[in-house]
């Protein structure tokens, strides 16, 4: 039941692009399309869980016991830049098909700032297994795929309308997402 | 390029936020008050300032191949450094800033200046084009939050001057997309007008 509410509250209540602000530059770059939308949402997913996984481990067996806390944040994104290179390198051997899909978008998850976000995040909740961690993540994730193609779906109908010259592309672009953003604070009060 | 075009560039003409659109997330999440803004802008400058003249002092020492990694770890060191002067020194705005101080290193205003100008060009020359930059940042970041805060709060830099609530939406999530989109649009009319009115002239 606790997962359960957990995951809802991330997903919906404290999505993370509409109220934390994280992993804006996919967010408005690459939302063109709904299904290029859907395959970076689908490789964030699957490196913030396995990133977060990693890094919580780390952060728990290494850099606690030893007090290197300060080291919090280059240690971590070394941690991703190597992860997301390998999984790369793995994806190409083991599933071509896969690498298809998500290969492009690979190279760009390691700046985005929503996976080490979430790392640090839970990191500071003192609670936190590891296990509660990873779902923490991957339901996250999972928010931040329903968010970038509910958008892609709203930037393809703008598409089609007409607009003033200056707003153009992504002034409206966030205009748009302003409007989402007040639906989603309509889920405020569900946990 | 002149220096002091050098220097200048990041501020309107290359405004990072505003016309590049870069660093989006910090410029959506910390600009509730104009205070944050300029707190965050300056935290940003800092570490520009200081990635810019390492590497290009390291530029000439560094294999093509291992180029962005080494980069990613000299930001994140002087990140770091910030982050912990930060909480040594003004506490209170490392809990208003919160998780988008350590998130500077994946800020890609501080990556793309390392790679499009510090690797290439002179130690002088790279520290004006940090300054710039964060200079441009800040001055976007000030002014989103600005607005934020006289129409969601009626306040300026804390200082009430209506009596009670503000237009509560633009202190919140959504209040930040909107302003970002429409300040953001004002910047290109103004831009459009100016090349439209270039173009008469000839």
């Known amino acids: 039941m606790e997962y359960i509410l957990m995951i809802i509250g991330c997903i919906l209540v404290n999505n993370i692009v509409f109220s934390q602000f994280l992993g804006i530059c996919p967010f408005l770059g690459v939302?063109?399309?709904t299904g290029t939308a859907a395959g970076m949402g689908a490789a964030v997913t699957f490196v913030m869980a396995l990133a977060t996984l990693v890094t919580s481990t780390v952060n728990k067996y290494v850099l606690l016991p030893l007090g290197l806390k300060f080291m919090q944040t280059i240690v971590f994104i070394l941690i991703i830049a190597a992860l997301v290179q390998m999984v790369e390198i793995i994806l190409k051997k083991i599933s071509p098909a896969l690498y298809q899909a998500l290969g492009i978008y690979l190279p760009l998850i390691t700046t985005n700032c929503a996976v080490l976000g979430v790392a640090i995040q839970v990191t500071q909740k003192a609670d936190f297994s590891i296990l509660d961690s990873t779902i923490f993540a991957?339901?996250?994730?999972?928010g931040f795929l329903l968010a970038i193609v509910i958008?892609?779906?709203?930037?393809?109908?703008?598409?089609l309308n007409k607009v003033p010259n200056a707003m153009k592309g992504v002034p409206i672009a966030l205009v748009t997402?302003?409007?989402l953003a007040m639906a989603f604070m309509g889920f405020a009060n569900l946990v | 390029m002149s220096k002091l075009q050098i220097l200048t560039k990041g501020i309107i003409k290359e405004n990072p936020s505003l016309i590049l659109v870069l660093g989006m997330c910090p410029t959506l999440g910390v600009t509730t008050s104009a205070e944050n803004g300029i707190g965050m802008g300056i935290a940003t400058t800092f570490v520009l300032l200081l990635s810019n003249i390492m590497i290009s002092l390291v530029k000439g020492v560094i294999p093509d191949k291992v180029r962005i990694p080494s980069f990613i770890v000299i930001i994140a060191t002087f990140v770091s450094i910030v982050d912990?002067?930060?909480q040594g020194f003004v506490p209170a705005l490392a809990e208003s800033l919160g998780l988008f101080i350590p998130l500077i290193v994946v800020n890609c205003i501080v990556l793309g200046r390392a790679e499009a100008f510090a690797s290439k060009n002179g130690i002088f020359d790279s520290m004006l084009d940090g300054l710039g930059m964060g200079l441009g940042f800040t001055l976007s970041l000030f002014?989103?939050?600005a607005c934020r805060e006289i129409l969601g709060s009626g306040a300026i830099f804390g200082h009430k001057f209506i009596t009670g609530d503000g237009i509560l939406i633009f202190v919140l999530a959504p209040g930040a997309f909107f302003v970002l989109g429409f300040v953001m649009a004002l910047v290109r009319h103004i831009q459009n007008r100016k090349k439209s009115s270039q173009l008469e002239k000839r």
Do not use: D, N
């Open chain 1, 151 to 159: 958008f892609a779906g709203l930037r393809e109908q703008l598409e």
């Open chain 1, 177 to 179: 997402a302003g409007i």
């Open chain 1, 31 to 33: 939302s063109g399309k």
């Open chain 1, 138 to 142: 991957t339901a996250t994730a999972i």
């Open chain 2, 84 to 86: 912990l002067l930060v």
């Open chain 2, 143 to 145: 002014i989103i939050g």
